[in-house]
Protein backbone atom coordinates (compact mmCIF):
# COMPACT_ATOMS: atom_id res chain seq x y z
CA UNK A 1 0.00 0.00 0.00
CA UNK A 2 2.87 2.43 0.54
CA UNK A 3 4.05 2.25 -3.35
CA UNK A 4 1.27 4.60 -3.78
CA UNK A 5 2.96 7.13 -1.77
CA UNK A 6 5.86 9.73 -2.99
CA UNK A 7 7.60 12.41 -1.23
CA UNK A 8 7.61 14.72 -3.90
CA UNK A 9 5.63 17.45 -2.46
CA UNK A 10 4.29 20.17 -4.39
CA UNK A 11 2.57 23.31 -3.45
CA UNK A 12 -0.98 23.49 -3.61
CA UNK A 13 -1.98 25.14 -7.04
CA UNK A 14 -3.69 28.66 -6.36
CA UNK A 15 -6.67 29.48 -8.34
CA UNK A 16 -8.40 32.22 -5.80
CA UNK A 17 -5.50 33.78 -4.49
CA UNK A 18 -2.72 35.57 -7.08
CA UNK A 19 0.18 33.08 -7.46
CA UNK A 20 2.36 35.66 -5.97
CA UNK A 21 0.28 37.30 -3.48
CA UNK A 22 2.10 37.74 0.08
CA UNK A 23 0.48 38.56 3.35
CA UNK A 24 1.52 42.40 4.76
CA UNK A 25 -1.77 43.76 6.14
CA UNK A 26 -5.01 43.24 6.65
CA UNK A 27 -5.74 45.65 4.01
CA UNK A 28 -3.93 43.01 1.48
CA UNK A 29 -6.35 40.25 3.09
CA UNK A 30 -9.62 41.55 3.76
CA UNK A 31 -10.61 41.97 -0.56
CA UNK A 32 -10.42 37.80 -0.18
CA UNK A 33 -12.92 37.50 3.03
CA UNK A 34 -15.39 40.20 1.35
CA UNK A 35 -15.27 38.32 -1.49
CA UNK A 36 -15.56 35.04 -0.62
CA UNK A 37 -18.70 36.27 2.10
CA UNK A 38 -21.08 38.35 -0.73
CA UNK A 39 -20.58 34.99 -3.28
CA UNK A 40 -23.82 33.47 -4.29
CA UNK A 41 -23.59 29.91 -4.10
CA UNK A 42 -26.48 28.58 -6.06
CA UNK A 43 -25.53 24.35 -6.71
CA UNK A 44 -23.88 22.15 -4.07
CA UNK A 45 -21.20 22.31 -7.16
CA UNK A 46 -20.54 25.78 -6.20
CA UNK A 47 -20.49 25.66 -2.59
CA UNK A 48 -17.69 22.75 -3.24
CA UNK A 49 -15.71 25.29 -5.29
CA UNK A 50 -16.50 28.17 -2.31
CA UNK A 51 -15.34 25.68 0.39
CA UNK A 52 -11.77 25.20 -2.07
CA UNK A 53 -11.23 28.87 -2.39
CA UNK A 54 -11.64 29.02 1.50
CA UNK A 55 -9.76 26.21 2.22
CA UNK A 56 -6.49 28.61 -0.53
CA UNK A 57 -7.08 31.28 1.82
CA UNK A 58 -6.81 29.45 5.38
CA UNK A 59 -3.89 27.53 3.59
CA UNK A 60 -2.31 30.47 3.13
CA UNK A 61 -2.68 31.94 6.15
CA UNK A 62 -1.99 29.50 8.41
CA UNK A 63 1.73 29.29 6.60
CA UNK A 64 2.38 32.75 6.94
CA UNK A 65 1.31 32.68 10.69
CA UNK A 66 3.44 29.19 11.00
CA UNK A 67 6.39 30.66 9.06
CA UNK A 68 6.37 33.35 11.59
CA UNK A 69 6.56 31.05 14.85
CA UNK A 70 9.11 28.86 13.38
CA UNK A 71 11.55 31.34 12.73
CA UNK A 72 10.78 33.13 16.14
CA UNK A 73 11.32 30.07 18.09
CA UNK A 74 14.91 29.12 16.22
CA UNK A 75 16.21 32.77 17.63
CA UNK A 76 14.38 34.20 20.61
CA UNK A 77 16.76 36.96 21.00
CA UNK A 78 15.66 38.52 17.54
CA UNK A 79 13.53 41.72 18.10
CA UNK A 80 12.53 41.71 14.63
CA UNK A 81 11.23 38.07 14.28
CA UNK A 82 9.50 38.22 17.88
CA UNK A 83 7.89 41.71 16.30
CA UNK A 84 6.38 40.21 12.88
CA UNK A 85 4.97 37.21 14.99
CA UNK A 86 3.52 39.72 17.40
CA UNK A 87 1.96 41.62 14.75
CA UNK A 88 0.16 38.73 13.17
CA UNK A 89 -0.88 37.72 16.60
CA UNK A 90 -2.00 41.47 17.40
CA UNK A 91 -3.39 42.92 14.11
CA UNK A 92 -4.09 40.31 12.14
CA UNK A 93 -5.45 37.71 14.23
CA UNK A 94 -8.24 39.53 15.48
CA UNK A 95 -9.55 40.71 12.53
CA UNK A 96 -9.52 37.26 10.89
CA UNK A 97 -11.23 35.67 13.39
CA UNK A 98 -14.18 37.64 12.91
CA UNK A 99 -14.69 37.33 8.89
CA UNK A 100 -14.11 33.82 9.60
CA UNK A 101 -16.62 32.99 11.78
CA UNK A 102 -18.94 34.78 9.32
CA UNK A 103 -17.82 32.42 6.55
CA UNK A 104 -18.41 29.51 8.96
CA UNK A 105 -21.84 30.47 9.10
CA UNK A 106 -22.27 30.88 5.72
CA UNK A 107 -21.30 27.60 5.19
CA UNK A 108 -23.95 25.88 7.18
CA UNK A 109 -26.96 28.22 6.58
CA UNK A 110 -26.19 27.23 2.86
CA UNK A 111 -29.34 25.22 1.90
CA UNK A 112 -26.74 22.94 -0.05
CA UNK A 113 -24.55 21.93 2.98
CA UNK A 114 -27.28 19.07 3.11
CA UNK A 115 -25.79 17.55 -0.44
CA UNK A 116 -21.88 17.61 0.26
CA UNK A 117 -21.41 13.49 0.78
CA UNK A 118 -20.92 12.68 4.42
CA UNK A 119 -18.51 10.24 4.42
CA UNK A 120 -16.25 13.13 3.21
CA UNK A 121 -17.91 16.49 5.38
CA UNK A 122 -18.80 15.02 8.21
CA UNK A 123 -16.75 15.34 10.82
CA UNK A 124 -15.35 18.53 8.93
CA UNK A 125 -19.00 20.44 9.39
CA UNK A 126 -19.26 19.15 13.00
CA UNK A 127 -15.55 20.97 13.74
CA UNK A 128 -17.39 24.27 11.70
CA UNK A 129 -20.08 23.78 13.96
CA UNK A 130 -17.92 23.77 17.06
CA UNK A 131 -16.08 26.69 16.23
CA UNK A 132 -19.48 28.88 15.33
CA UNK A 133 -20.29 27.78 19.20
CA UNK A 134 -17.04 29.28 20.07
CA UNK A 135 -16.81 31.85 18.93
CA UNK A 136 -17.28 34.95 20.96
CA UNK A 137 -16.18 38.46 19.77
CA UNK A 138 -15.39 39.99 23.52
CA UNK A 139 -12.63 37.16 22.90
CA UNK A 140 -11.07 37.81 20.04
CA UNK A 141 -8.50 40.43 21.84
CA UNK A 142 -7.97 38.11 24.50
CA UNK A 143 -6.80 35.18 22.19
CA UNK A 144 -4.69 37.57 20.85
CA UNK A 145 -2.68 38.39 23.90
CA UNK A 146 -2.77 34.60 24.53
CA UNK A 147 -0.76 34.14 21.88
CA UNK A 148 2.30 36.23 22.56
CA UNK A 149 2.02 35.38 25.93
CA UNK A 150 2.45 31.96 25.57
CA UNK A 151 5.41 32.09 23.36
CA UNK A 152 7.01 34.56 26.23
CA UNK A 153 7.87 30.50 28.41
CA UNK A 154 10.18 30.11 24.97
CA UNK A 155 12.20 33.39 25.27
CA UNK A 156 12.44 33.00 28.94
CA UNK A 157 13.21 28.95 28.93
CA UNK A 158 15.81 29.43 25.65
CA UNK A 159 17.93 32.00 27.58
CA UNK A 160 18.93 29.27 30.17
CA UNK A 161 22.16 27.94 30.30
CA UNK A 162 24.51 26.36 32.54
CA UNK A 163 28.51 26.45 32.61
CA UNK A 164 29.91 22.54 32.96
CA UNK A 165 33.77 21.73 33.13
CA UNK A 166 34.17 25.62 31.85
CA UNK A 167 31.62 25.40 29.30
CA UNK A 168 28.69 26.68 28.46
CA UNK A 169 25.48 24.97 28.12
CA UNK A 170 21.84 24.81 27.32
CA UNK A 171 20.03 23.15 29.67
CA UNK A 172 19.29 20.59 26.87
CA UNK A 173 22.71 20.38 25.70
CA UNK A 174 23.48 19.76 29.74
CA UNK A 175 21.06 16.86 30.41
CA UNK A 176 23.62 14.34 28.11
CA UNK A 177 25.97 14.45 31.44
CA UNK A 178 23.39 12.90 33.83
CA UNK A 179 24.59 9.83 31.57
CA UNK A 180 27.79 10.22 32.51
CA UNK A 181 29.28 7.67 34.81
CA UNK A 182 31.36 10.21 37.81
CA UNK A 183 28.16 9.76 39.89
CA UNK A 184 29.20 13.29 41.90
CA UNK A 185 29.28 15.00 38.27
CA UNK A 186 25.86 13.65 37.52
CA UNK A 187 24.72 14.98 41.17
CA UNK A 188 26.19 18.48 39.92
CA UNK A 189 24.85 18.89 36.52
CA UNK A 190 21.11 17.75 37.88
CA UNK A 191 21.32 20.73 41.00
CA UNK A 192 22.99 23.47 38.60
CA UNK A 193 19.94 22.75 36.09
CA UNK A 194 17.54 22.63 38.55
CA UNK A 195 18.68 25.87 40.36
CA UNK A 196 18.89 27.29 36.82
CA UNK A 197 15.07 26.82 36.14
CA UNK A 198 14.49 27.64 39.86
CA UNK A 199 15.92 31.38 38.95
CA UNK A 200 13.48 31.81 36.69
CA UNK A 201 10.72 30.36 39.03
CA UNK A 202 9.15 34.14 39.76
CA UNK A 203 8.92 35.26 35.92
CA UNK A 204 7.19 31.70 35.29
CA UNK A 205 4.76 31.57 38.16
CA UNK A 206 3.55 35.51 37.01
CA UNK A 207 3.33 34.73 33.68
CA UNK A 208 1.49 30.91 34.34
CA UNK A 209 -0.86 33.14 36.31
CA UNK A 210 -1.85 35.50 33.06
CA UNK A 211 -2.60 32.38 31.13
CA UNK A 212 -4.92 31.20 33.79
CA UNK A 213 -6.71 34.31 34.10
CA UNK A 214 -7.61 35.05 30.68
CA UNK A 215 -8.17 31.06 29.53
CA UNK A 216 -10.68 30.94 32.50
CA UNK A 217 -11.71 34.58 31.02
CA UNK A 218 -12.28 32.81 27.91
CA UNK A 219 -14.88 30.33 29.09
CA UNK A 220 -16.82 32.78 31.29
CA UNK A 221 -17.56 34.83 28.23
CA UNK A 222 -18.27 31.54 26.13
CA UNK A 223 -20.74 30.90 29.37
CA UNK A 224 -18.64 27.70 30.12
CA UNK A 225 -18.33 26.21 33.78
CA UNK A 226 -14.31 26.22 33.46
CA UNK A 227 -11.54 26.55 30.63
CA UNK A 228 -11.62 22.43 30.59
CA UNK A 229 -15.15 22.39 29.11
CA UNK A 230 -14.39 25.14 26.67
CA UNK A 231 -10.73 23.87 25.41
CA UNK A 232 -12.23 19.96 25.54
CA UNK A 233 -14.46 21.63 22.78
CA UNK A 234 -11.76 23.80 21.42
CA UNK A 235 -9.96 20.24 20.67
CA UNK A 236 -12.34 18.32 19.70
CA UNK A 237 -12.41 15.78 22.23
CA UNK A 238 -16.21 14.36 21.47
CA UNK A 239 -15.08 11.42 22.29
CA UNK A 240 -13.80 11.09 25.74
CA UNK A 241 -14.31 13.53 28.61
CA UNK A 242 -12.93 14.09 32.33
CA UNK A 243 -14.24 10.56 34.03
CA UNK A 244 -12.36 8.71 31.12
CA UNK A 245 -9.22 10.98 32.29
CA UNK A 246 -9.56 9.80 35.52
CA UNK A 247 -9.91 6.60 34.74
CA UNK A 248 -7.00 6.90 32.62
CA UNK A 249 -5.06 8.06 35.92
CA UNK A 250 -5.75 5.50 37.84
CA UNK A 251 -5.21 2.69 35.36
CA UNK A 252 -1.32 4.14 35.24
CA UNK A 253 -1.07 3.65 39.03
CA UNK A 254 -2.61 0.45 39.41
CA UNK A 255 -0.80 -1.18 36.18
CA UNK A 256 2.38 0.81 35.26
CA UNK A 257 3.79 2.08 38.55
CA UNK A 258 4.46 -1.59 39.55
CA UNK A 259 6.28 -1.99 35.93
CA UNK A 260 8.05 1.63 36.72
CA UNK A 261 9.40 0.35 40.28
CA UNK A 262 10.76 -3.00 38.67
CA UNK A 263 12.57 -0.66 35.82
CA UNK A 264 14.10 1.58 38.81
CA UNK A 265 14.88 -1.37 41.00
CA UNK A 266 16.96 -3.27 38.27
CA UNK A 267 18.46 0.01 37.82
CA UNK A 268 19.28 0.62 41.24
CA UNK A 269 20.64 -3.16 41.35
CA UNK A 270 23.10 -2.63 38.21
CA UNK A 271 24.42 0.71 39.22
CA UNK A 272 25.22 -0.89 42.43
CA UNK A 273 23.49 2.04 44.98
CA UNK A 274 22.19 1.80 48.38
CA UNK A 275 20.25 4.67 47.35
CA UNK A 276 18.43 5.73 43.75
CA UNK A 277 18.54 9.23 43.52
CA UNK A 278 17.11 11.28 40.59
CA UNK A 279 20.57 12.11 38.60
CA UNK A 280 21.14 7.96 38.64
CA UNK A 281 17.93 7.42 36.51
CA UNK A 282 19.74 7.30 32.92
CA UNK A 283 23.51 6.59 34.40
CA UNK A 284 25.10 3.18 33.56
CA UNK A 285 27.27 1.14 35.27
CA UNK A 286 31.04 2.46 35.96
CA UNK A 287 32.98 1.69 32.80
CA UNK A 288 29.78 1.71 30.39
CA UNK A 289 30.40 4.65 27.93
CA UNK A 290 26.93 6.84 27.89
CA UNK A 291 25.31 5.73 23.73
CA UNK A 292 26.42 8.50 21.85
CA UNK A 293 24.55 7.93 18.25
CA UNK A 294 25.56 10.96 16.60
CA UNK A 295 27.58 13.98 16.94
CA UNK A 296 25.86 17.07 15.11
CA UNK A 297 22.81 17.38 13.40
CA UNK A 298 24.13 16.95 10.09
CA UNK A 299 24.78 13.53 10.86
CA UNK A 300 21.64 12.93 12.73
CA UNK A 301 19.57 13.97 9.69
CA UNK A 302 21.79 11.46 6.97
CA UNK A 303 21.50 8.75 10.03
CA UNK A 304 17.61 9.52 10.47
CA UNK A 305 16.73 9.64 7.02
CA UNK A 306 18.83 5.79 6.96
CA UNK A 307 17.18 4.33 9.24
CA UNK A 308 13.62 5.47 8.31
CA UNK A 309 13.96 4.09 5.07
CA UNK A 310 14.94 0.77 5.97
CA UNK A 311 11.85 1.16 7.66
CA UNK A 312 10.03 1.90 4.02
CA UNK A 313 11.69 4.37 1.52
CA UNK A 314 9.03 6.63 1.53
CA UNK A 315 9.47 7.44 4.98
CA UNK A 316 13.60 8.32 4.65
CA UNK A 317 12.10 10.34 1.58
CA UNK A 318 10.04 12.61 3.80
CA UNK A 319 12.95 13.70 5.79
CA UNK A 320 15.14 14.27 2.76
CA UNK A 321 12.54 16.24 1.46
CA UNK A 322 12.51 18.38 3.93
CA UNK A 323 16.34 18.82 4.34
CA UNK A 324 16.44 19.67 0.57
CA UNK A 325 13.97 22.48 1.42
CA UNK A 326 16.12 23.61 4.36
CA UNK A 327 12.92 22.63 6.35
CA UNK A 328 15.28 21.22 9.82
CA UNK A 329 16.92 22.98 12.85
CA UNK A 330 18.04 20.14 14.67
CA UNK A 331 21.17 21.40 17.35
CA UNK A 332 20.78 23.04 20.58
CA UNK A 333 21.80 26.54 20.82
CA UNK A 334 21.28 29.59 22.97
CA UNK A 335 18.72 31.64 22.41
CA UNK A 336 16.52 29.04 20.56
CA UNK A 337 13.11 27.87 22.38
CA UNK A 338 13.06 24.18 24.07
CA UNK A 339 11.57 21.36 23.17
CA UNK A 340 10.70 20.06 19.85
CA UNK A 341 7.88 20.20 17.15
CA UNK A 342 6.70 19.02 13.48
CA UNK A 343 4.92 22.12 11.82
CA UNK A 344 2.82 21.42 9.09
CA UNK A 345 2.65 23.88 6.37
CA UNK A 346 -0.53 23.78 5.06
CA UNK A 347 0.20 25.24 1.18
CA UNK A 348 3.78 24.22 0.27
CA UNK A 349 3.27 20.88 2.06
CA UNK A 350 6.86 19.86 3.63
CA UNK A 351 6.32 20.51 7.02
CA UNK A 352 9.10 22.05 9.35
CA UNK A 353 11.23 20.09 11.83
CA UNK A 354 12.34 21.90 15.23
CA UNK A 355 13.93 20.15 18.46
CA UNK A 356 17.07 20.68 20.62
CA UNK A 357 19.51 17.77 19.47
CA UNK A 358 22.89 17.47 22.05
CA UNK A 359 23.81 13.82 20.64
CA UNK A 360 21.77 11.43 23.09
CA UNK A 361 19.42 8.40 22.37
CA UNK A 362 16.59 11.02 23.20
CA UNK A 363 17.69 12.79 20.21
CA UNK A 364 17.13 9.63 18.13
CA UNK A 365 13.57 9.08 19.64
CA UNK A 366 12.53 13.22 19.66
CA UNK A 367 13.79 12.69 15.81
CA UNK A 368 11.60 9.79 14.53
CA UNK A 369 9.01 10.87 16.75
CA UNK A 370 8.79 14.32 14.99
CA UNK A 371 9.67 12.33 11.71
CA UNK A 372 6.48 10.59 12.20
CA UNK A 373 4.28 13.60 12.50
CA UNK A 374 6.09 14.44 9.36
CA UNK A 375 5.09 11.49 7.69
CA UNK A 376 1.60 12.54 8.25
CA UNK A 377 1.85 15.47 7.46
CA UNK A 378 2.92 14.16 3.51
CA UNK A 379 0.39 11.71 3.74
CA UNK A 380 -2.61 14.49 4.25
CA UNK A 381 -1.23 17.01 1.71
CA UNK A 382 -3.01 15.94 -1.13
CA UNK A 383 -6.47 16.23 1.09
CA UNK A 384 -8.64 18.63 -1.03
CA UNK A 385 -9.73 20.83 1.90
CA UNK A 386 -7.34 22.44 4.76
CA UNK A 387 -9.48 21.99 7.06
CA UNK A 388 -9.47 17.82 6.29
CA UNK A 389 -6.14 17.93 6.94
CA UNK A 390 -6.62 18.72 10.91
CA UNK A 391 -6.76 15.72 12.42
CA UNK A 392 -6.97 15.03 15.96
CA UNK A 393 -4.21 15.29 18.13
CA UNK A 394 -4.13 12.04 19.35
CA UNK A 395 -3.92 10.18 15.91
CA UNK A 396 -1.20 12.65 15.55
CA UNK A 397 0.84 11.34 18.59
CA UNK A 398 0.48 7.93 17.23
CA UNK A 399 1.57 8.83 14.16
CA UNK A 400 4.96 9.89 16.25
CA UNK A 401 5.16 7.34 18.55
CA UNK A 402 4.46 4.43 16.44
CA UNK A 403 7.63 5.59 14.78
CA UNK A 404 9.78 5.70 17.25
CA UNK A 405 8.85 2.00 17.76
CA UNK A 406 8.63 1.18 14.13
CA UNK A 407 12.02 1.84 14.18
CA UNK A 408 13.82 0.23 16.95
CA UNK A 409 14.57 -2.75 14.40
CA UNK A 410 16.74 -0.43 12.47
CA UNK A 411 18.77 1.64 15.19
CA UNK A 412 22.08 -0.63 14.08
CA UNK A 413 22.21 2.77 11.70
CA UNK A 414 22.87 4.72 14.94
CA UNK A 415 24.10 1.72 16.78
CA UNK A 416 26.42 -0.42 15.07
CA UNK A 417 27.95 -1.91 17.96
CA UNK A 418 25.13 -4.76 18.45
CA UNK A 419 25.83 -4.42 22.65
CA UNK A 420 25.16 -0.90 22.21
CA UNK A 421 21.69 -1.43 20.12
CA UNK A 422 20.69 -3.70 22.76
CA UNK A 423 21.14 -1.25 25.47
CA UNK A 424 18.98 1.48 23.37
CA UNK A 425 16.49 -0.74 22.78
CA UNK A 426 16.32 -1.57 26.47
CA UNK A 427 15.99 2.09 27.47
CA UNK A 428 13.82 3.15 25.02
CA UNK A 429 11.19 0.48 26.04
CA UNK A 430 11.78 1.71 29.61
CA UNK A 431 11.03 5.19 28.17
CA UNK A 432 7.63 3.80 27.07
CA UNK A 433 6.21 2.57 30.15
CA UNK A 434 7.84 5.53 32.61
CA UNK A 435 6.36 8.22 30.89
CA UNK A 436 2.96 7.16 31.66
CA UNK A 437 3.25 8.46 35.43
CA UNK A 438 4.77 11.55 34.11
CA UNK A 439 1.69 11.97 31.46
CA UNK A 440 -1.34 11.03 34.14
CA UNK A 441 0.49 13.47 36.40
CA UNK A 442 0.54 16.42 33.98
CA UNK A 443 -3.08 15.56 32.89
CA UNK A 444 -4.46 15.54 36.30
CA UNK A 445 -2.67 18.86 38.05
CA UNK A 446 -4.55 20.56 34.68
CA UNK A 447 -7.75 19.48 35.55
CA UNK A 448 -6.88 20.89 38.62
CA UNK A 449 -5.79 24.24 37.58
CA UNK A 450 -8.46 24.86 35.81
CA UNK A 451 -11.17 23.93 38.11
CA UNK A 452 -9.43 26.16 40.99
CA UNK A 453 -8.24 29.34 38.32
CA UNK A 454 -8.33 31.89 41.21
CA UNK A 455 -5.25 30.02 43.42
CA UNK A 456 -2.34 30.95 44.13
CA UNK A 457 1.00 30.41 43.31
CA UNK A 458 1.57 28.68 46.81
CA UNK A 459 -1.01 26.39 46.64
CA UNK A 460 -0.47 25.55 43.32
CA UNK A 461 2.88 24.08 44.26
CA UNK A 462 1.11 21.99 47.09
CA UNK A 463 -1.22 20.29 45.04
CA UNK A 464 1.57 19.72 42.14
CA UNK A 465 3.57 18.23 44.58
CA UNK A 466 1.06 16.01 45.95
CA UNK A 467 -0.10 14.94 42.34
CA UNK A 468 3.74 14.63 41.94
CA UNK A 469 4.39 12.24 44.55
CA UNK A 470 1.26 10.32 43.39
CA UNK A 471 3.02 9.26 40.92
CA UNK A 472 6.88 9.29 41.84
CA UNK A 473 8.17 5.55 41.98
CA UNK A 474 9.20 4.40 45.55
CA UNK A 475 12.69 3.19 44.29
CA UNK A 476 13.84 7.23 44.15
CA UNK A 477 15.16 9.20 46.76
CA UNK A 478 13.95 12.56 46.51
CA UNK A 479 15.15 14.08 49.58
CA UNK A 480 16.10 17.49 50.24
CA UNK A 481 15.10 18.34 46.93
CA UNK A 482 11.40 19.51 47.64
CA UNK A 483 12.00 23.12 46.42
CA UNK A 484 13.17 22.16 42.89
CA UNK A 485 10.35 19.41 42.53
CA UNK A 486 7.74 22.14 43.83
CA UNK A 487 8.74 24.11 40.68
CA UNK A 488 8.68 20.95 38.19
CA UNK A 489 5.66 21.80 36.50
CA UNK A 490 7.75 24.57 34.90
CA UNK A 491 9.60 22.51 32.54
CA UNK A 492 6.92 21.50 30.69
CA UNK A 493 6.11 23.61 27.95
CA UNK A 494 2.55 22.07 27.55
CA UNK A 495 1.32 23.76 30.54
CA UNK A 496 2.18 27.38 28.90
CA UNK A 497 1.95 27.03 25.13
CA UNK A 498 -0.51 24.18 24.66
CA UNK A 499 -3.15 23.67 27.43
CA UNK A 500 -4.58 20.52 28.45
CA UNK A 501 -2.69 18.87 25.41
CA UNK A 502 -0.72 15.90 27.26
CA UNK A 503 -3.26 13.23 27.51
CA UNK A 504 -2.99 12.55 23.88
CA UNK A 505 0.34 11.08 24.71
CA UNK A 506 -0.91 8.64 26.88
CA UNK A 507 -3.96 7.89 24.76
CA UNK A 508 -1.24 7.71 21.86
CA UNK A 509 1.05 5.59 23.59
CA UNK A 510 -1.51 2.86 23.90
CA UNK A 511 -2.50 2.84 19.95
CA UNK A 512 1.61 2.76 19.10
CA UNK A 513 1.90 0.18 21.51
CA UNK A 514 -1.03 -1.71 19.65
CA UNK A 515 0.29 -1.33 16.17
CA UNK A 516 3.86 -2.41 17.54
CA UNK A 517 2.02 -5.96 18.39
CA UNK A 518 0.60 -5.63 14.67
CA UNK A 519 4.47 -5.11 13.56
CA UNK A 520 5.61 -7.91 15.44
CA UNK A 521 3.29 -10.13 13.85
CA UNK A 522 2.78 -8.66 10.34
CA UNK A 523 5.04 -5.98 9.11
CA UNK A 524 3.62 -5.40 6.16
CA UNK A 525 -0.07 -4.89 7.27
CA UNK A 526 1.12 -3.15 10.50
CA UNK A 527 2.30 -0.03 8.36
CA UNK A 528 -0.33 -0.47 5.67
CA UNK A 529 -2.55 0.13 8.46
CA UNK A 530 -0.70 2.85 10.17
CA UNK A 531 -0.99 4.93 6.77
CA UNK A 532 -4.15 4.04 6.06
CA UNK A 533 -4.93 5.62 9.00
CA UNK A 534 -3.08 8.54 8.50
CA UNK A 535 -3.95 8.91 5.11
CA UNK A 536 -7.27 9.67 6.28
CA UNK A 537 -6.52 12.98 8.06
CA UNK A 538 -9.45 14.72 9.92
CA UNK A 539 -11.81 13.48 7.68
CA UNK A 540 -13.07 10.57 10.17
CA UNK A 541 -14.14 10.43 14.13
CA UNK A 542 -11.04 9.31 16.39
CA UNK A 543 -12.43 6.01 17.16
CA UNK A 544 -12.85 5.50 13.11
CA UNK A 545 -9.34 6.73 12.56
CA UNK A 546 -8.02 3.93 15.32
CA UNK A 547 -10.05 1.14 13.81
CA UNK A 548 -8.47 2.28 10.38
CA UNK A 549 -4.97 1.23 11.88
CA UNK A 550 -6.68 -1.96 13.55
CA UNK A 551 -7.06 -0.33 16.90
CA UNK A 552 -9.94 -0.10 19.79
CA UNK A 553 -10.15 3.13 21.27
CA UNK A 554 -9.92 1.78 24.47
CA UNK A 555 -8.11 3.18 27.08
CA UNK A 556 -9.68 0.92 30.09
CA UNK A 557 -7.76 -0.68 32.79
CA UNK A 558 -7.68 -3.79 31.06
CA UNK A 559 -6.39 -2.77 28.11
CA UNK A 560 -3.41 -1.22 29.96
CA UNK A 561 -2.85 -4.19 31.84
CA UNK A 562 -2.66 -6.03 28.31
CA UNK A 563 -0.43 -3.61 26.66
CA UNK A 564 2.20 -2.96 29.38
CA UNK A 565 2.24 -6.99 29.70
CA UNK A 566 3.46 -7.04 26.06
CA UNK A 567 5.83 -3.94 26.63
CA UNK A 568 7.33 -5.53 29.50
CA UNK A 569 8.06 -9.50 27.93
CA UNK A 570 9.97 -7.00 25.18
CA UNK A 571 11.89 -5.79 27.68
CA UNK A 572 12.67 -8.60 29.80
CA UNK A 573 13.39 -10.71 26.67
CA UNK A 574 16.23 -7.65 25.42
CA UNK A 575 17.02 -7.76 29.03
CA UNK A 576 17.89 -11.65 28.78
CA UNK A 577 19.48 -11.06 25.84
CA UNK A 578 22.02 -8.11 26.49
CA UNK A 579 22.63 -10.75 29.75
CA UNK A 580 23.91 -13.67 28.21
Partial sequence: MLMQYAADIKKTPRSFLP???VISDWDSLAPFFLALYERTINTVQELEQWLRDASELEAVISEDACWRQIKMTCDTENKTLEESFNYFMLELQPRIQPWSDKLNRKLVSSPYVKELPPDQYATFLRNVRKQI??????????????SVLQQQFGVIAGKMTIQVKGQEYTLQQAAKFLEDEDRSLREQVYRQIAARRYQDHEALDQLFDQLIQKRDQLARNAGMDNYRTYRFLELGRFDYDKAMCEQFHQAVKEQVMPLVNEIYLQKKQRLGLDTLRP??????????????????????????????RKLHPFFGDCIETMRKKGHLDLESRKGKAPGGYNCPLAETGAPFIFMNAAGTLDDVTTMVHEGGHAVHSFLTHGLPLTGFKEYPTEIAEVASMSMELFTMDHWDVFFSDPTELQRAKEQQLERVITIFPWIATIDKFQHWLYEHPGSNAVTRNEVWLSILNEFSSSVIDFSGLEDYRAYQWQRQLHL???????????????????????YHQDPVSALANYTKALSLGGTKTLPALFAAAG??????????????????SCWRQIRNDSNR
Avoid at 133 to 146: F, H, T
Avoid at 551 to 568: E, H, N
Fill in 496 to 518: FEVPFYYIEYGIAQLGAIGLWQQ
Fill in 133 to 146: DLYREINVPIQAEL
Fill in 279 to 308: WDIEAEPMGTTPLRPFRDGKELTEKSIACL
Fill in 19 to 21: VHF
Fill in 551 to 568: LPFDFSADRIRALMQFVQ
